[in-house]
T-cell receptor, first 114, second 113 residues
Framework: EDQVTQSPEALRLQEGESSSLNCSYTVSGLRGLFWYRQDPGKGPEFLFTLYSAGEEKEKERLKATLTKKESFLHITAPKPEDSATYLCAVQASNRGTSGSRLTFGEGTQLTVNP | DGGITQSPKYLFRKEGQNVTLSCEQNLNHDAMYWYRQDPGQGLRLIYYSQIVNDFQKGDIAEGYSVSREKKESFPLTVTSAQKNPTAFYLC??????FGYGYTFGSGTRLTVV
């Protein structure tokens, strides 16, 4: 069974205080790891897809990295508008015809104070 | 603009009623999904469909039903058999196959009154 665990559950930062969010996963045959941002009362918004260990992707103040067991979302010099819940999801090749489904973690709620 | 539309945004259900949540996409995606989101529990898969006229149960399908008569549409019915339906429901679509992420709708918040 695919498992995704995100930590911490909640994180409070001061504006400009860099930090990282963690996503640990257990899957048989990772085909993709996805990061999403979700604002309250809205649907998740796609951020990144990582496919293999060692891969990194960046977008503005966010940088996602991937190892064989976990992914990190690094936030550099965050601003209040970065406040949101960040979701991690995995796609595994062990699901046969249902292969395209994603398994999500519970998310990290990030608050950035001015 | 291409996208995925959920309606209504808010829905209230009386005890014993069935209600249907709408999900329409114009992204030409083959695969569509329904997730339920509760505080502290993340997204849980209810049903998914990879092609028209075919769908599979997810992890929490009891008390729900779906249909996929058109590529663009994947409505979800919350039946009276679902004992705890109050939640935020999210519909998503994707290109069929590995390596593709989802595009999500804006969600429907269902409340039992």
């Amino acid at each position: 069974e695919d498992q995704v665990t995100q930590s911490p559950e909640a994180l409070r930062l001061q504006e400009g205080e860099s930090s990282s969010l963690n996503c640990s996963y257990t899957v048989s045959g990772l085909r993709g790891l996805f990061w999403y941002r979700q604002d309250p009362g809205k649907g998740p918004e796609f951020l990144f897809t990582l496919y293999s260990a060692g891969e990194e992707k960046e977008k503005e103040r966010l940088k996602a990295t991937l190892t064989k067991k976990e992914s990190f979302l690094h936030i550099t010099a965050p601003k209040p508008e970065d406040s949101a819940t960040y979701l991690c999801a995995v796609q595994a090749s062990n699901r046969g015809t249902s292969g395209s489904r994603l398994t999500f973690g519970e998310g990290t709620q990030l608050t950035v104070n001015p | 603009d291409g996208g995925i539309t959920q309606s209504p945004k808010y829905l209230f259900r009386k005890e014993g009623q069935n209600v249907t949540l709408s999900c329409e996409q114009n992204l030409n995606h083959d695969a569509m999904y329904w997730y339920r989101q509760d505080p502290g529990q993340g997204l849980r898969l209810i049903y998914y469909s990879q092609i028209v006229n075919d769908f599979q149960k997810g992890d929490i399908a009891e008390g729900y039903s779906v249909s996929r008569e058109k590529k663009e549409s994947f409505p979800l019915t919350v039946t009276s058999a679902q004992k705890n339906p109050t939640a935020f429901y999210l519909c998503a679509s994707s290109i069929r196959g590995f390596g593709y992420g989802y595009t999500f709708g804006s969600g429907t918040r269902l409340t039992v009154v």
